[in-house]
């Protein structure tokens, strides 16, 4: 049987201090093919709305930097499920307006927590109904992708139960993003051959593996079954790199895109490790361009 080479593509959540722009011309200097980015600030509700020439220059400046996908990552502050009045219309607010912001932009995908709140049939519905609301309105591209989280606090979408419910309810098209960190917290021990097998079953029995189209590449400070969100440089934390070798090359894998969250400290962390994504991801992958 002759297997199809698959084409992973590497990237990086970047920084838009300054400009959009400022991202495209990160990835073009790190050699990244996919690209990450807020479109607000993701820790202030004032909205910042861009110009259009500015929107403009960014997507000429992305077909020359041979950049796909444009993935956007909704912003911390809102919460899908929110039950108070005021913070619910904000949520509902930024979710809409990031959604027209990534569509301006080209964005190809949305991605977002489902957000956090009792765990009853009710806070489903009101996420399920607000994804629902927000794809009506604007519909794709981008697709929405629910993210898993690591069932901090009242985090909802830590199984893939969860985003498999969401996704039924809302009745409108969803996709699926897997951070490897929030998985291994959430109690999925993707350090296993045992454990990537069981949640990618889990996957091909909810949204079904054809939804999945980005993965956050992330090694994880917390140990599995943690709860816990902490981030850490890929081979240095509690995941290890035989499970991410074993999860990137699995036949079953249909994902586009592979977008590393790790730590900033050093301009190096970022080199260190796209060179090990590298060796994690089956197949060629692209060299940097050489230096202009
Ligand atoms: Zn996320
Ligand atoms: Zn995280």
Same mark, same amino acid.
């Given at each position: ?170 009745? =409108?098209?969803?996709? +699926?993003? %897997?951070? @490897? *960190?929030?998985? /291994?917290?959430? $109690?999925?021990? &993707? ?76 301009? =190096?962390?970022?080199? +260190?490790? %796209?060179? @090990? *994504?590298?060796? /994690?991801?089956? $197949?060629?992958? &692209? ?6």
């Amino acid at each position: 049987m002759r297997r199809a080479v698959k084409t992973m593509r590497l990237g990086f959540h970047l920084s838009i201090a300054g400009s959009y722009r400022r991202a495209l011309a990160e990835a073009r200097s790190l050699g990244c093919q996919a690209v990450q980015i807020f479109v607000q600030n993701p820790r202030s509700w004032r909205w910042r709305e861009p110009e259009a020439r500015d929107l403009a220059a960014f997507r000429q400046a992305r077909r020359h930097a041979g950049v796909w996908p444009l993935v956007v990552h909704l912003t911390y502050l809102p919460n899908l499920a929110a039950t108070e009045p005021e913070l619910a219309r904000r949520s509902r607010e930024r979710l809409l307006g990031e959604l027209r912001l990534a569509r301006e932009l080209g964005a190809e995908y949305l991605v977002c927590h489902p957000g956090h709140g009792p765990r009853e049939p009710a806070t489903f519905r009101r996420v399920a109904d607000l994804l629902a609301d927000a794809v009506r309105e604007i519909p794709p591209p981008p697709l929405l992708l629910l993210e898993n989280t690591a069932g901090q606090g009242r985090e909802i979408g830590s199984r893939m139960a969860d985003l498999t419910l969401l996704k039924e309810w809302s009745g =409108v098209p969803l996709g +699926l993003c %897997l951070d @490897t *960190a929030h998985a /291994l917290g959430a $109690g999925y021990d &993707l350090g296993k051959a045992a454990g990537v097998e069981g949640l990618l079953a889990e996957v091909a029995r909810g949204p079904g593996l054809a939804a999945l189209r980005v993965i956050h590449l992330n090694d994880s400070q917390a140990p599995a079954g943690s709860r816990r969100d902490r981030h850490q440089h890929l081979g240095r934390g509690c995941l290890g790199l035989a499970g991410l070798r074993y999860l990137l090359g699995h036949p079953a894998l249909r994902v586009e895109a592979v977008i590393m969250e790790t730590p900033r400290r050093r301009p =190096v962390d970022e080199w +260190l490790n %796209l060179l @090990t *994504a590298r060796s /994690l991801v089956p $197949g060629p992958t &692209l060299l940097p361009p050489p230096p202009e």
